[in-house]
RNA sequence: GGAGAGAUGUCAGAGUGGUCGAAUGAGCCGGUCUUGAAAACCGGUGUACUCGUAAGGGUACCGGGGGUUCGAAUCCCUCUCUCUCCGCCA
């Protein structure tokens, strides 16, 4: 969330930006401002009240110490009164605050200034492509249909052991993913990135520091009993790992890598979007997360969007850099970047990646803060991105490379899978 | 699942109703000493909010929440978590 004392301080700029993002802030930021009034002046009120009851506290001890019985019994009898007035004060305070954070809550990130202006998905700017489309013949085949030609994923058995959503990969397709995830985490490594192995479920504070509640408590599967949460990404355990944290400005930045299983409950899609592995339930991904100084965060950035754009090189896959304009950007994000490769039998880009700058946006949900030379102690820049989620890859890679001998496995991927066709 | 023990600052660890934001030790930073280093010695070393130009004040925080009391790290209730033993088990 925004800090307090940014909205405060920055009206008119904060209001400013977050119309970018299609937000109007206006009202909410005046509703605020209000309240932490009220808050200042409760607080104020309140230190004064409990100031003088621990005066009088200790006069008390002192005058017992003395023997003086009835002027401590009348101090005494001084507090009362002062107390009731502290607990209303309390209150008052307490409720400020509360009303406060959750209006906190619904404003989003404000997007950088070179973020392109726009509302939908249609004003999203390609800064970059790479790679060729190959031409297909008339035949091309579907993933799903290669899929089901070279038994490497049986959707319907999934459907019979979990549900919709949930493949289940054969031979060749299941060392397909271990060949991915092998050679994301190697790439990653070779990159800088520490390997992380996080549990895959979490409790309700973590899925709360990375934003995925209270908001989007729907789209999280849910462990009622324990109350814990399945992740729908590497990036809540991989960053919660540095909630409550204040680190130091010379192990700055942390270059985090993690491959988990993601799960999505994904309520409300349907159509095209869910064939094959367009869409799903769960699936594997390799996140990598940086923790940074604002001063370099940017640089980070962009050397996350070189890694990723390194790997969708190094698989051959057609591929697009979008610059997510104002009003397509996560809540969360102040810039993002998508990838996206062209699935050539689907005739459709499908995006693989985004990789975000959430500035202190994130950081301030978690107080993940650092102390730098000047021994201030500052909230951090948190970055995330895919690198890469799995299942459209393998839609890309299965179509695209599609051929009489069978599916051509790209040169990087050929000493992980031990062979240079699927078939 | 059963029984017991515990949760204190960066760490270890004291504190069981008043001058305790918290002993002591370690670590870390600065200094003295030294050719340099070590040792020794001296000083400093939490977070948040708030008042103040500043110096410097005030308030809160000893796992979370509530209670008793003039006053709580200390007593009571409750929740969470951790550890040990037993059982079960990949």
């Not at 030609?149 to 949930?166: P, Q, R, W």
């Not at 809540?236 to 799960?263: G, H, M, S, W």
């Not at 990598?288 to 100084?293: E, L, P």
Request: glycine letters at 6%; hydrophobic letters at 35%.
């Amino acid at each position: 969330m925004l800090t307090l004392k940014v909205i405060t301080e920055n009206t008119d700029e904060v209001v400013r930006k977050l119309a970018r993002k299609g937000f109007d802030a206006k009202e909410v930021i005046g509703k605020i401002i209000e309240l932490d009034k009220i808050r200042k002046s409760t607080q104020a009120e309140l230190d004064a009240n409990l100031a003088e009851t621990n005066a009088i506290s200790k006069s008390v001890g002192a005058l017992m110490k003395e023997g003086k019985k009835a002027e401590a019994e009348e101090a005494k009898s001084k507090v009362a009164s002062i107390k009731e007035k502290s607990k209303e004060l309390d209150a008052k305070m307490s409720d400020a605050i509360e009303k406060i954070n959750s209006l906190l809550y619904t404003i989003p990130n404000m997007p950088y200034d070179d973020v392109p202006d726009g509302k939908t998905a249609e004003d999203n700017v390609v800064v970059k492509m790479g790679n060729e489309i190959p031409q297909l013949g008339e035949d091309a085949l579907p993933h799903w249909e290669i899929a089901k030609k070279y038994n490497l994923i049986d959707f319907e058995l999934g459907v019979k052991i979990s549900g919709a959503g949930f493949p289940v990969y054969i031979g060749k397709g299941a060392r397909l993913q271990r060949a991915l995830i092998n050679f994301f985490l190697d790439e990653a490594r070779n990159a800088g990135y520490t390997e992380i192995m996080p549990p895959t479920v979490v409790n309700q504070a973590s899925g709360f520091g990375t934003g995925q509640l209270p908001d989007k408590e729907g789209q999280m599967y849910h462990c009622e009993v324990d109350d814990l949460y399945l992740i729908p990404t590497a990036e809540v355990p991989v960053t919660n790992i540095y909630r409550d944290v204040i680190l130091d400005e010379k192990d700055l930045p942390i270059k985090n890598c993690a491959y988990t299983q993601c799960f999505r409950r994904e309520a409300g899609s349907y159509g095209k979007d869910v064939r094959g592995l367009n869409r799903l339930h769960e699936f594997s991904k390799i996140e990598i997360v940086r923790i940074d100084t604002p001063e370099h965060s940017k640089e980070s950035h962009k050397e996350m969007l070189a890694h990723v754009e390194s790997l969708v090189k190094k698989l051959e896959l057609p591929y697009r850099i979008l610059h997510l304009c104002g009003g397509d950007m996560s809540f969360t994000a102040a810039t993002c970047y998508d990838f996206e490769v062209y699935s050539a039998a689907q005739k459709r880009w499908l995006e693989v990646s985004s990789v975000s700058n959430f500035d202190t946006y994130q950081a301030n949900r978690l107080k993940c803060r650092y102390k730098g030379a000047d021994k201030k102690t500052q909230l951090c820049h948190t970055l995330n991105g895919s690198a890469m989620a799995l299942p459209r890859i393998v839609a890309a890679l299965l179509e695209n490379n599609q051929t009489e001998k069978g599916v051509r496995v790209p040169k990087v991927l050929v000493p992980y899978m031990g062979c240079e066709y699927i078939d």
